[in-house]
């Protein structure tokens, strides 16, 4: 398969990845509160799959770096993916949907690491650009969302048939993904000695981490009830697919320059930058109407995108090599994990006793207030760490 091929099938791999998720993952809240679901309930159910993340990470990772088979770990994972998403049909009682949620969720957060991890590692083997890759991603969720939240005005219901079929075409493309399997390669045995029970290269990951963390807080709090946001607001969920296409198109243009932006700036510079945009976009839908939504759509570019991208090649560059599923594994658990469990459930309280423009405006303050403790922190440290030669940049 010569470059190009290579690419455009990559490409192809990522593309359907996001449009499965962009088929339910944007409507899954509004539709919880359209079969009468409060907001705090609503919370919690969106709390579920952070708090799978916590449990099933370590053993999908487990599996996958310790036999090297990451490939066929991924293909279990989408065909459970599939197959699970028919579960929202049981019915549409609380505990109906809380169900299918947990056993969506242990399938569905793993996709992501899991193909991140096969993804990323060829891409620097082989000389490509990732955000090439990761471009099909952003434009087949931005498709995918319009087109979804059309049909689904007037049939809700349809988003988990769509996200199954979606499924099972990804698997027929991952069939033939090729990867290097590190999982059960012996190295150096210095290497071994002195890191062995070292997973990452250097310490100035944790900050990175401790970043993805405070980003993911605020995110999950935007995104989890901006839905329900819309509907109180009398717009439908066509609306909805209108302003996430909007949202994945401005990764767009960040795609195309992160890697310049990583190289001319550093990550860490980037990942500040990105919280402290986060807390300007969960403040814009206050007050502002839909032009506010909008305009805090157009900031996921540079405050979704750069977190993620930044975070997911930082660590698959200072992570050892035959840890790179378990890598991506414990930013997904930061992430998808932590960061989105207090998102959902602090939101969801907040959102009950404060409403939402009060809720929005307190979770603003809070993402701001933990960016500039982390900035006071890493400044503190930093000196010490550079001193130790202890960094790894990309």
């Known amino acids: 398969m010569n470059k190009e091929r290579t690419i ?5 791999i990522n593309a359907i990845i996001y449009i499965a998720s ?30 799978v993340v916590l449990l099933t990470q370590r053993f999908w990772a487990k599996i996958s770096d310790r036999t090297g088979k990451r490939k066929e770990v991924l293909l279990v994972t989408i065909v459970g993916s599939g197959f699970s998403m028919l579960l929202y049909y049981l019915g549409n009682s609380f505990l109906c949907m809380f169900f299918a949620t947990v056993v969506v969720t242990s399938f569905t957060t793993a996709v992501i690491p899991l193909s991140d991890a096969i993804l990323i590692a060829r891409s620097l083997k082989e000389g490509y650009s990732y955000s090439i ?18 049909y689904l005005k007037t049939r809700p219901q349809m988003q988990f048939v769509f996200a199954f079929f979606a499924y099972m075409i990804l698997f027929c493309f991952c069939i033939g993904l ?7 390669i012996v190295i150096n045995e210095v290497v071994q000695e002195n890191e062995q029970n070292r997973i990452f290269k250097n310490r100035d990951v944790y900050i990175v981490l401790g970043l993805a963390f405070v980003s993911q807080m605020g995110l999950s709090f935007y995104t989890g009830f901006i839905g329900p946001y819309i509907l109180e607001k009398g717009y439908t969920q066509s609306t909805i697919g209108v302003i996430n296409s909007i949202s994945a198109l401005s990764e767009v243009p ?45 900031l996921q570019g540079v405050t979704y995108m750069t977190m993620y991208y930044s975070c997911a090649v930082y660590i698959s560059t200072c992570v050892y090599e035959k840890y790179q599923t378990k890598g991506q594994s414990i930013l997904n658990v930061v992430q998808l994990g932590l960061g989105a469990i207090v998102g959902n459930l602090v939101g969801g309280k907040l959102i009950r006793l404060l409403g939402y423009e009060k809720g929005y405006l307190l979770m603003a303050g809070i993402t701001t207030l933990m960016t500039i403790c982390a900035l006071i922190v890493y400044f503190w440290k930093n000196r010490e760490q550079r001193n130790g030669g202890d960094v790894c940049e990309i």
Do not use: W
Not at 178 to 184: D, F, T
Not at 266 to 280: D, V, Y
Not at 287 to 293: D, N
């Open 8 to 12: 455009l099938y990559l490409f192809s």
């Open 133 to 150: 890759i990761r471009l099909g991603g952003t434009l087949g969720y931005a498709v995918m969302t319009i087109c979804a939240g059309m």
């Open 178 to 184: 090729k990867e290097e399997r590190n999982g059960q």
């Open 254 to 298: 960040v795609l195309f320059y992160i890697n310049r932006m990583l190289r001319k700036h550093g990550t860490i510079k980037i990942l500040f930058l990105s919280c402290f945009l986060m807390g300007i976009r969960i403040l814009l839908p206050i007050r502002s109407g839909i032009i506010g939504i909008v305009l805090a759509q157009l």
């Open 22 to 51: 962009g088929f339910y993952t944007p409507f899954l809240s509004a539709y919880y509160a359209q079969k009468g679901i409060d907001a705090e309930k609503i919370g919690i159910l969106l709390m579920i799959g952070p708090c």
